[in-house]
């Protein structure tokens, strides 16, 4: 496609339920990350991927959350028994590689956990 | 990565000129200077990026002075379409780059 893709595009989910979240990069991107958005906030970091390594798994906040990557290509986030705190738009965005500084965002899919 | 400052939120009107300065008193030597817009329901997308003088493309402008503590993104003739968040974030401008986004100006353009 020609830009990033994420889905679902919403997601509303019970407490303690676990949730996928998927992220189809721009073709030939080889870095993708994964960003948290709480309404009104900045974006806060959760992982990296160069290829399908994650060198920095730094951002994610606690081990309810986990990501993996096929390839160069799709990359999914996994959030195991779901909280309230959780609720906020996850972003995805991509580059060509190390040497690309502009990432490319997804639209993102908002998660409301009741 | 160094911190930055940028005002919380500007108003302006329909064609007028539009300067977001944001501080970053702790930029290191290999540090760039990166400028995001967000619309609602959207994703950040790249505007501009500068390491030193000026900077211009199809979008906006980019002024920084010699010291590089501060950057000034200027939006010529702004139209409501502009409305938007602006983000100001200081990083290397090569390999991996973890972007540290702030909360960002909230800019209103009225008519």
């Known amino acids: 496609g020609a830009g990033v893709s994420q889905s679902p595009s919403n997601k509303v989910t019970e407490k303690g339920k676990d949730v996928e979240l998927r992220c189809d990069p721009i073709?030939?991107?080889?870095?993708l990350y994964w960003y948290r958005q709480r309404l009104g906030q900045g974006l806060e970091f959760l992982i990296y991927?160069?290829?399908?390594?994650?060198?920095?798994k730094s951002g994610l906040p606690s081990d309810r959350f986990s990501a993996e990557r096929t390839g160069e290509s799709v990359s999914t986030l996994t959030i195991q028994r779901t909280q309230q705190e959780d609720s906020a738009v996850y972003l995805c965005a991509s580059t060509r590689g190390r040497m690309s500084y502009e990432q490319y965002f997804g639209p993102g899919t908002r998660l409301t956990v009741t | 990565l160094a911190k930055t400052t940028q005002p919380i939120s500007m108003d302006s009107y329909e064609g007028q000129e539009v300067n977001i300065t944001c501080s970053h008193n702790n930029i290191a030597t290999n540090d760039y200077i990166t400028w995001y817009q967000q619309f609602p329901s959207q994703g950040p997308r790249f505007i501009i990026q500068g390491y030193k003088t000026k900077v211009t493309n199809e979008v906006a402008s980019l002024f920084i002075p010699a010291d590089r503590k501060s950057s000034t993104l200027s939006l010529p003739r702004v139209s409501l379409s502009d409305t938007a968040v602006y983000y100001c974030l200081v990083g290397e401008g090569t390999g991996f780059q973890k972007l540290v986004f702030g909360t960002g100006t909230r800019l209103l353009v009225s008519p």
């Open positions: 991927f160069q290829g399908n390594s994650a060198p920095d």
């Open positions: 073709s030939g991107h080889t870095a």
